[in-house]
């Protein structure tokens, strides 16, 4: 599929008006000739559907049901260019690992490569980019993927844990949508898996390949945790095997990426005390990682915006190792105090309103040569626009000097 051509001539309405929408506004008035466009942000309730011959939506706007008059930029851009594109989706470790294999197959494969999608970009942005050569590797959400169908020449699915169930109300819908990576792959594609995600129900053709989990330090990497070695595996071995690039070098290439923003990054010292960021973290698991990550680490902070998951494995790991001191604050925060009231020990948690007052505490409960991190576990809306704002204002409370 051309998109210029496939929208040309069409009545078309952008269905949001976010970083994406605007981004396809401004793709549809530089290369198509569309019979109309218009804007629109409200519910789906208040679109004339029979006005338009296509609707691209965002990503962020929930709609369960699938309709074939709806469609999204990640949808087009696959359509058009799906043989050039290794898309990277997992609950979490995506950002991190499409950055990694972006670098290395920019160094390393002899083709130019672009970063795209979820990470920030919007594929359509990128259109006057692409070469017969290009490599682009694609960030997915599953927002992006749920109504797509069309799945990338490389998929890579790193893992699934119970996440957005505000959105999808349910972990088959949420699934459902991580699995349209692969869904739609031929015989000729490509889909690296993580060990123990369940493919129950996905019959694509593509070639599977298994990830185990990394055992030891196999590569030398800057970026901090256990789990990046296991996301650096995956690099390597799509770069070696669908790529041919050079093993030693795709090696050298990995140890030259570092932290991105908000995971696991290192924010400063104060009183001979190490501060970390790790504000991206919205999972349980997340935070056992990057205590796990970060040496000396002595107070974690925890809390956000509540959608509903299951945080029993958390709770098992705090009432686990009471060596650490954990502050809860806002809505999580209070639910997994509350629940693990009656689970032993607890002088060593805290609860507090706001993030503000979990760095006072934790500048005065942690001891000098140990670290604190702020790995949430939850999302940040409702109290910060995103999680990078909460990151930047844990950074600012962290190095304000006042008490």
Known sequence: MDIVQYLNGKRILIWGYGREGKSTEHFLATYCTPASVDVYEGDKNGIDEAKYDL??????????????????????????????????????????????????????????????????????????????DTLVVFELSCHQLFHTKVSPHVAVLLNIFEEHLDYYQTMERYVASKHAI????TADDFLYCGFGVDL??????????????????????????????????????????VYGCDGNAVKDALSQVGNLPHRLAYVGEKNNVRYYDDSIATIPEAVICAVRAIADVQTVIIGGMDRGIDYGVLESFVAEHPQYNYIFMYDTGKRIYGEMKDSGQCENRFLVETLEEAVKLAKKITVAGKACVMSPAAPSYGVFKNFEERGDKFKEYVMWDAE
């Open 55 to 132: 609707i691209i939506k965002s990503p962020g706007i929930p709609m369960l049901a699938y309709d074939p008059k709806y469609t999204s930029q990640t949808e087009l851009f696959l359509g058009q260019f799906k043989d050039k594109v290794i898309g990277v989706t997992g609950t979490k470790g995506k950002s991190t690992t499409a950055t990694m294999l972006h670098h290395v197959l920019s160094v390393c494969s002899g083709r130019p490569a672009l970063l795209l999608g979820n990470i920030g970009k919007p594929c359509l942005d990128y259109y006057g980019d692409m070469t017969e």
């Open 200 to 241: 129950t129900g996905v019959s694509a053709e593509g070639k599977r390949t298994v990830i185990a989990p990394v055992t030891e330090k196999k590569y030398d990497l800057q970026i901090l945790g256990e789990q990046n070695q296991y996301n650096a595996e995956f690099v390597y071995r799509i770069a070696t095997e």
């Open 182 to 185: 692969a869904r739609y792959q």
